[in-house]
């Protein structure tokens, strides 16, 4: 049997999973579904937003779909997606930008540079070390290259011009293109972000350390109609996450209206993950067909509710 | 005598410069310029890029029009600019975006940050420490509050979510803007990257550390038809230089195509900054008459060649 985690999270996460769930229940009704809570409202009632328990019951799911979560207001407290992603070595978060001419792929290292965790504050001065490891480069270049292999190229989204740490990077990742035989550029990640706004037809692969891939993934919803669009994998040799890019978004919470085509999107995700492309494009192409039938969610200038969206993909699918 | 340094640096800083020189010397016939060789070209016959010498004549000068320049290949170099840019403690980098329905200031922190200079390679991994300090931050967030409060309102870039060092930079701008009664809000940088996009509107100044400015400035460039727009302001209780954002773009140089607005407006940020707003007011406008009058560089659509779009708006000053 196999196991799926479900962690609805907060905010609109109460809203967009429930809907990718019903259409992974309604393309694999062999799925075996279970709840995990996790998160700020989790926090609030009970003073921990996860813990080593919860991080056993997702480590013990075959695939986990995330919401998103809101992170508590408490100094202490370290981001929880960014807890879960390192105690599930999750270490290649895949982010898929497809629409009208645009169609990269921005594999993005997910447990060390920024988010190495090793901060301290001075009476002074607040710092974070932003750490490149040989390991973690050669993993995730590794990663790259393979998806890029099956594609056309690989862009290395890097500041060494500026960043020793990332002439350590793009050493590695550049080796590793040329042992894979993948067309490899390196382009300053400034340059890039502006760049692939201007000219997306010019990008594949791109790969790039962990904290330029989280503004770079954003930047580049742009392209594609927002965050209601971009869904993520986040994958380790061993555990695997599928999360929409978008966060809680309190302000818009409760009302319906949220998108759920990233959410359907990272089920898709997940399902090809599992060993089953054929049903994670049938998922794809029905959210393909109701948008071209103009039924769109408000941040796309449509009226359907978040429900009503899912209730068309179903009935597509 | 008011003394002015220019550095054209390399690749199209050769060209640009001159433009923007030219209209400065039409302007003001009483300013003095001297040339001030830094770069790629100097460090290609020299061996050396920059040196204490040079930044002793830089230091001289009441204001620095400077281009670009190219990063040497040489890993033990670390980027001239920066080093320009601490020797000189030039800690505002003030960035306008404006074009149709956008009027945004980025005002980045340009001394600490990833930018600390403060990287070491250990066996398995390289380290680059990410600085933010108390000094640099009440600085870099009154010159932000003082800009916002003749203007409408203060946006906080950040990532406090995830950097410990980035909840000291939000306390003390947010603090800052409280006591200069300006209207405050905080924004993650990965979604205010796609917000900033999305609706420009919604930002009127920005404050941001080092790193962050640096992408979002680039990714804001979008807005107004590329990095051949925007000028930027380097500014220090001591010295001040001016530069376009672009950069030294050698694989455009020597074909008199590169677009020299960028250059133009940061020569007007100049004389802004020498307490002459008229001319800066008149070249900005003799600028905004040149464009609409269809005259453009290749980047933007035009077939205007950069001596001649410079040509244009000498007449119109
Ligand atoms: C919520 C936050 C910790 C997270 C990140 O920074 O990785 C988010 O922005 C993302 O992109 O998944
Ligand atoms: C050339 C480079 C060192 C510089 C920076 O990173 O600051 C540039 O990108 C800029 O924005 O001025």
Redesign the pocket.
């Known amino acids: 049997m196999v196991k799926v985690a479900v962690v609805e999270g907060d905010g609109i996460g109460h809203e967009v999973i429930p809907v990718a769930r019903d259409l992974l229940e309604a393309v694999r009704p062999d799925l075996e579904f279970f709840d995990v809570e996790v998160g700020y409202g989790r926090w609030e009632r009970t003073g921990s937003a996860c813990d080593e328990e919860t991080i056993a019951d997702l480590r013990s799911a075959d695939a986990i779909l995330f919401g998103a979560i809101t992170t508590p207001p408490d100094p202490e407290y370290r981001s929880v997606l960014v807890q879960i992603r390192k105690a599930l070595d999750l270490y290649a978060n895949v982010r898929p930008i497809r629409g009208e001419g645009v169609d990269v792929v921005i594999v993005r290292e997910n447990t060390e540079g920024l988010y190495s965790g090793i901060e301290w504050t001075e009476p002074v001065r607040a710092c974070t070390l932003r750490v490149v490891s040989r390991q973690g480069s050669e993993r995730i270049a590794r990663y790259a290259c393979t998806l890029a292999k099956s594609r056309r190229h690989l862009t290395v989204g890097n ?1 060494a ?2 960043l020793k740490s990332d002439c350590l990077f793009v050493d590695i990742c550049t080796a590793e293109a040329v042992r894979a035989g993948v067309p490899c550029r390196t382009s ?1 990640i ?1 340059a890039l972000c502006l760049d692939l706004l201007m000219h997306p037809d010019r990008y594949d692969v791109i790969v790039t350390t962990n904290m330029f891939g989280d503004i770079l993934s954003d930047a580049a919803a742009y392209l594609v109609g927002g965050l209601g669009m971009l869904p993520s994998a986040n994958i380790g040799d061993r555990h695997a996450l599928f999360e929409p890019v978008h966060g809680s978004a309190p302000d818009i919470a409760g009302r319906n209206i949220a998108n759920p085509v990233a959410a359907i999107r990272s089920a898709a995700m997940l399902l090809a993950h599992l060993g089953d492309p054929a049903s994670a494009a049938a998922m794809e192409a029905a959210v393909g067909r109701v948008l071209s039938a103009g039924i769109r969610t408000p941040d796309l200038g449509g009226d359907a509710g978040t429900r009503e969206f899912g209730a068309a993909v179903l009935r597509e699918v």
Request: glycine letters at 0%; a neutral charge; zero cysteines.
């Open positions: 500041k011009n500026v300053y400034d």
